[in-house]
């Protein structure tokens, strides 16, 4: 019976985590001004290619989304639309 306890308690210790993180970028998404829709519309305007993975964050305080493109040279770039005014950075 304690096995089955532990077992128990250590998934749900293990899975914690995972769900801390959906919440926190569930609620950056809920005070951006920016939809992730248009947040990849800008960083394709800023790198032309194709988006391959976004997300939302954290960078130097302000949130963004960070958008990964593999740009017309088949190379990977990363562009960070900020998430209140949609003005785009690329990670060189």
Same mark, same amino acid.
């Given at each position: 019976? *304690?096995?089955?306890?532990?077992?128990? /308690?250590? @998934? &749900? /210790?293990?899975?914690? +985590?995972?769900?801390?993180?959906? !919440?926190?970028? *569930?609620?950056?998404?809920?005070?951006? @001004?920016?939809?992730? !829709?248009?947040?990849?519309?800008? $960083?394709? %305007? &800023?790198? +032309?290619? %194709?988006?391959? !993975? $976004?997300?939302?964050?954290?960078?130097?305080?302000?949130?963004?989304?960070?958008?990964?493109?593999?740009?017309?040279?088949? *190379?990977?770039?990363?562009?960070?639309?900020? $998430?209140? @005014?949609?003005?785009? %950075?690329?990670?060189?």
């Amino acid at each position: 019976m *304690k096995k089955v306890m532990a077992i128990a /308690l250590m @998934s &749900a /210790l293990l899975t914690s +985590p995972a769900w801390a993180l959906f !919440e926190t970028n *569930k609620q950056l998404a809920a005070t951006a @001004s920016v939809t992730l !829709e248009d947040a990849v519309r800008h $960083a394709l %305007k &800023a790198v +032309p290619g %194709k988006a391959v !993975e $976004a997300e939302i964050g954290k960078e130097d305080g302000r949130t963004v989304y960070e958008v990964e493109i593999i740009d017309i040279n088949n *190379k990977t770039q990363k562009v960070y639309v900020d $998430a209140q @005014s949609g003005q785009t %950075k690329i990670d060189r």
